[in-house]
């Protein structure tokens, strides 16, 4: 089973990416564009687990949640992977205070070793597209990228992380909750 663990945004935020997705989209053919339902923060990719790693995921999960209290979360930067001048990956970027990264890092403990291997430092973000092998995804949105940079989709609250199953299928991936943990219930 493939899965991710991730925090999901509200649907004012959820709305407002749309319809900037919707504009960009009419600039760029280039770009495999995400569809709205499907856009979160990951926290952690696992990839391909099996059974047993599935419940070391979730109960270190359990565990890294309960460390971790609700905070807000603001959706307010364009940006891509690995440069605006050579993007392969658009995001929109969050302010958290630092809220992402500890959970990423409560949970990675606890996780060493299972899935896919990690990567470099941890940057929160929303992937809003992926330009296409072999492809520009336009001069259009190389100057939204410079021009649309500190664009603000709005705020809002995170009280939890959700594990979802990552089906592939011809038209994109469909994901369905595994399993969802509250933020905080064990901070003082």
């Known amino acids: 089973m493939r899965t991710f663990l991730a925090v999901d945004i509200s649907d004012d935020i959820r709305e407002a990416i749309s319809h900037f997705i919707e504009e960009l989209k009419e600039r760029g053919d280039g770009v495999k564009w995400v569809s709205s ?69 409560a949970v990675s403990s606890g ?33 939204a990228l410079n021009e649309q940079g500190d664009t603000d989709f709005g705020k809002c609250g995170i009280s939890e992380t959700v594990l979802y199953e990552s089906v592939l299928g011809r038209q994109g991936p469909r994901y369905s909750v595994l399993e969802r943990f509250p933020l905080g219930h064990g901070v003082k």
Do not use: C, Q
Not at 44 to 53: D, I, R
Not at 62 to 91: G, I, Y
Not at 115 to 141: D, F, N, Q, W
């Open 37 to 105: 339902e499907n856009i979160h923060v990951t926290i952690s990719f696992f990839g391909e687990v099996n059974e047993v790693a599935l419940k070391i995921i979730i109960g270190s999960t359990k565990e890294a949640a309960l460390r971790v209290r609700d905070f807000s979360m603001a959706v307010r930067s364009f940006s891509a992977f690995p440069s605006k001048t050579n993007p392969r990956v658009l995001w929109l970027g969050v302010e958290d205070g630092g809220a992402l990264e500890r959970l990423y890092d």
């Open 111 to 143: 996780t060493a070793g299972i899935g896919e291997e990690k990567r470099g430092r941890y940057t929160p973000h929303l992937t809003i597209g992926r330009v296409r092998r072999g492809r520009s995804p336009g001069r259009a949105v190389l100057t």
